[in-house]
């Protein structure tokens, strides 16, 4: 089985604080993604990254950074957390197999509380 | 950017019978794989079926199946025998083949009752 893990499942930070958020994979996929989850707008994109220290950009990039040092690890970093950053944040890989099944598995999820 | 459309923001079934789940697209590009996910309460999204564009036959997985009409653009998941572990919030999704972007519609929570 796919196993994807993040570092918490419950975070509290205050506005203005630098966040690590980790997300580690088991299954050597090449792909791994960062989602926030918010009421009434599903998942959204931020950053996802197809390779070590490959990253590209999602749908909503700003206010976040990300790194890929090694394959299995994957962050996302909040440089100066905001209120609006108060989320639910999720984290998945894929085996590279485009044009086919490629599915995305997802981690448990962190839900971050900026104050 | 293609637009995926849950109507349906909530629902409840009762124990035993089935429910389908609604789900839109909008894409010209021919070439595309549907998801659909469950999230429990505890959060984490679970994949529980996939249909390709290309695919002749709607898509089956145990008590799940993908009720796919291309022309209609419509993508709707059906659950049969509904068990009350099934009440979750569920999202469709689409990707296209020449991409690694996932987009999400907005979810449907389904309620099962006893």
């Known amino acids: 089985d796919v196993k994807v893990t993040q570092s918490s499942r419950y975070l509290v930070k205050r506005t203005g604080e630098k966040v690590f958020l980790e997300c580690v994979q088991d299954?050597?996929?090449?792909?791994m993604f960062w989602y926030r989850q918010d009421p009434g707008l599903g998942l959204r994109l931020i950053y996802f990254?197809?390779?070590?220290?490959?990253?590209e950009k999602g749908d909503i990039p700003e206010g976040y950074s990300v790194s890929r040092e090694k394959k299995e690890r994957f962050s996302l970093i909040l440089e100066s957390a905001s209120t609006n950053q108060t989320s639910m944040y999720l984290c998945?890989?894929?085996?590279?197999?485009?044009?086919?099944?490629?599915?995305?598995?997802f981690g448990p999820g962190t839900r971050l509380l900026v104050l | 950017a293609q637009k995926i459309t849950q109507t349906q923001p909530g629902m409840f079934v009762q124990e035993k019978e089935a429910v389908t789940l609604d789900c839109t697209y909008d894409?010209?590009?021919?070439?595309?794989?549907l998801f659909w996910y469950k999230q429990p309460s505890s959060g984490e999204m679970i994949f529980l079926i996939y249909q390709g564009s290309y695919d002749q036959q709607n898509a089956t997985e145990g008590r799940y199946s993908l009720n796919f009409q291309k022309a209609r653009k419509s993508a709707n998941l059906v659950i049969s025998a509904s068990q009350l572990g099934d009440s979750a919030m569920y999202f469709c999704a689409m990707r296209f083949f020449n991409d690694y972007k996932l987009s999400f519609g907005a979810g449907t929570t389904v309620t099962v009752r006893a």
């Open positions: 990254s197809y390779d070590v220290k490959m990253k």
């Open positions: 998945a890989s894929s085996a590279r197999e485009r044009g086919s099944k490629e599915t995305q598995y």
């Open positions: 299954m050597d996929h090449e792909n």
């Open positions: 894409t010209s590009d021919p070439s595309y794989g």
